[in-house]
């Protein structure tokens, strides 16, 4: 389980069962079983637009997170701001909706991703939508 906690991007199931048990045959129930423990204590957070596992960068927090996903390199950046938890949480309670799932997940292009794109740019030229979400 380790290898999700230091791992800097998301992995997957598959992907975790490949790197705990490389040339091993998988034993996908212990592998689920881990995550669902890992998942129960905060540690790590299922994406699910990505259906990827990544671990928790704060494990003080209260897990109403919000994910920032790169649709190009596939990073994903951990925030949690309060003032969106409070307003998700209001949310909730006006509409009398009992939240499971708090975290917000957005998906983008990341700071590096798009610096390494103005300069694909600078030879190809041009992305408008690009230049306007920066
Ligand atoms: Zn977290
Ligand atoms: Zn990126």
């Given at each position: 389980?380790?290898?999700?906690?230091t791992a800097d991007q998301?992995?997957?199931?598959y992907d975790l069962l490949s790197r705990l048990?490389?040339?091993?045959?998988?034993?996908?129930?212990?592998?689920?079983?881990?995550?669902?423990?890992?998942?129960?204590h905060g540690l790590i957070h299922r994406l699910e637009t990505t259906r990827a596992y990544i671990a928790?960068?704060?494990?003080?927090?209260s897990h109403s997170a919000q994910f920032l996903i790169c649709?190009?390199?596939?990073s994903v950046v951990e925030a949690s701001d309060d003032h969106i938890t409070a307003s998700v949480g209001a949310?909730?309670?006006?509409?009398?909706?009992?939240?499971?799932?708090?975290?917000v997940e957005l998906r983008g292009v990341c700071a590096r991703c798009?610096?390494?794109?103005?300069?694909?740019?600078?030879?190809?030229g041009g992305d408008q939508a690009f230049t306007q979400s920066a």
């Open positions: 389980m380790e290898h999700l906690l998301p992995l997957s199931a048990r490389p040339g091993d045959p998988p034993a996908p129930p212990s592998v689920y079983r881990n995550l669902g423990f890992l998942l129960e928790c960068r704060h494990p003080v927090h649709r190009r390199c596939g949310l909730g309670q006006h509409l009398g909706f009992a939240l499971e799932l708090c975290a798009q610096s390494q794109h103005r300069c694909e740019q600078r030879h190809q």
